[in-house]
């Protein structure tokens, strides 16, 4: 199964859930993204799902001063994007189950 197609569903979600704990600028997103296993995701998409999430109002961003380059970005959830996440968390886990369900109904459990 190509999993780029359903990263691309899930991003959002993902993006979200990774600021839910600790706000970070876009390479430090798409590095802890790869971190998690989602190896596959791409710089661009990435940061144009920050700059989409920024634009729907789910995200708050301010600039830190550094030393060693540009300034940085850093992306944080705000109330709208908590209640997102909380909201998409929750559609996620169930259509998760689903799929487990009828996985596992087959015989192909993992």
């Known amino acids: ?49 920050l700059r ?13 001063p550094s030393e060693s380059g540009p300034h940085r970005k850093y992306y944080s959830l705000n109330a709208a994007g908590r209640d997102q996440l909380t909201r998409s968390g929750k559609t996620w886990r169930s259509f998760a189950t689903t799929m487990d369900a009828l996985l596992d109904d087959r015989g192909m459990a993992a």
């Open 52 to 64: 989409r999430l920024f634009a729907a109002g789910l995200l708050t961003t301010y600039v830190v």
């Open 1 to 49: 199964m190509d999993t780029t197609q359903l990263l691309k569903g899930v991003l959002d979600l993902a993006v979200l859930a990774v600021l839910k704990e600790e706000d970070g600028y876009g390479y430090d997103i798409l590095r802890r993204l790869r971190e998690a296993g989602l190896e596959e995701v791409g710089d661009a998409s990435v940061y144009g799902t």
